[in-house]
């Protein structure tokens, strides 16, 4: 029995973290999509997490919620935050800070 539960135990830490893995690369091509489309530049090429929860979505459904904080730069020298909010592994939204427009795109 005790074995059981210990393999039950090793089973659903290897399942979280497989999640967050997979859920973090899902944050990076997110954020870094939304500033290829802003034409600004994605620095550092990741994410940071900063909230996980387990709650509900719009539709009452439960599952993990999860906000990544990304930064961004228009010219190279001021940067700005953006944000990726998750529910499980699902895009719910990106929010970035105000920036100049009109800028020509970034050099990669």
Known sequence: MTTLISLMGVF???WYLWSAIRAKEIAVRA????CEKNNVQFLDQTVERRIL?????????????RSYHFEFA?????RYQGEVTMYGHRVHSIEMD???????????
Request: charged fraction near 20%.
């Open 12 to 14: 659903l830490v290897g």
């Open 74 to 78: 228009t010219d190279g020298e001021f």
């Open 31 to 34: 954020g870094a999509h939304a």
């Open 98 to 108: 105000p920036f100049p427009e009109n800028l020509p795109p970034p050099l990669h």
């Open 53 to 65: 929860k387990f709650r509900r979505d719009s539709r009452g459904n439960p599952g993990w919620y």
